[in-house]
């Protein structure tokens, strides 16, 4: 059973910056391909960024230029990083596998909340 554990949230000014981490028991991050997502408030969860096994990295349309996902060379650990953050991006994050891989049992995410 894989487990994912988010971490790095925390309140930030619009404008800030944060860094966003993921940890997971076993090498999951070396074999597949993965990605960050996240829940709003009374919004459906939905992807925001993904790096492929072999590294590609693809990002959501409203983060690209401002979001970095990553992996350490080892590969256990994800993670992004964000930049120039907005009040929209105010949510829960999470990781998990991506690219229409079966995902594993969510993690409980970390909040991120942009606010003045």
């Known amino acids: 059973q894989v487990q994912l554990v988010e971490s790095g949230g925390a309140l930030v000014q619009p404008g800030g910056s944060l860094r966003l981490s993921c940890k997971a028991s076993?090498?999951?991050?070396?074999?597949?391909?993965v990605g960050w997502y996240r829940r709003a408030p009374g919004k459906q969860r939905e992807w925001v960024a993904g790096i492929t096994s072999a590294g590609s990295t693809n990002y959501e349309d409203s983060v690209k230029g401002r979001f970095t996902i990553s992996r350490d060379n080892a590969k256990t650990t994800l993670s992004l990083q964000m930049n120039s953050l907005k009040p929209e991006d105010t949510a829960v994050y999470y990781c998990n596998r991506a690219y229409g891989l079966t995902p594993y049992t969510w993690g409980q995410g970390t909040q991120v909340t942009v606010s003045s």
């Open positions: 076993g090498s999951i991050f070396r074999f597949n391909d």
